[in-house]
Nanobody
Framework: QVQLVESGGGLVQAGGSLGLSCAAS????????MGWYRQAPGKQREFVAT???????MYAESVKGRFTISRDDAKNTLYLQMNSLKPEDTAVYFC????????????WGQGTQVTVSS
């Protein structure tokens, strides 16, 4: 079992910055993919960014150039630095970790609210 706890959400003005963290605990193995997803009111959860165990990253087009995902495996922590925030970035942000090889797993955090005011 893996537990994920997000922190760092809050209220920020458009153009501002916020940093999110996700602390993982439990039976964590190497070769996983960690990522951030978000869900705005009335919308489906959408992909924001992922990072592999080897450090390869992928970003949604809407956040490319503004958000940076990183991970510290020594601390079992995932980060998301969000700059130049826009009102449309307002959502609940969820941390995810998945492993595609045995032992396979797919876990989600409880989410943290990010609100960007115009």
């Amino acid at each position: 079992q893996v537990q994920l706890v997000e922190s760092g959400g809050g209220l920020v003005q458009a153009g501002g910055s916020l940093g999110l963290s996700c602390a993982a605990s439990g039976r964590i193995f190497n070769f996983n993919v960690m990522g951030w997803y978000r869900q705005a009111p009335g919308k489906q959860r959408e992909f924001v960014a992922t990072i592999t165990y080897g450090g390869s990253t992928m970003y949604a087009e809407s956040v490319k150039g503004r958000f940076t995902i990183s991970r510290d495996d020594a601390k079992n922590t995932l980060y998301l630095q969000m700059n130049s925030l826009k009102p449309e970035d307002t959502a609940v942000y969820f941390c995810n970790v998945k492993r595609m090889v045995i032992p396979k797993y797919d876990y989600w955090g409880q989410g943290t609210q990010v609100t960007v005011s115009s």
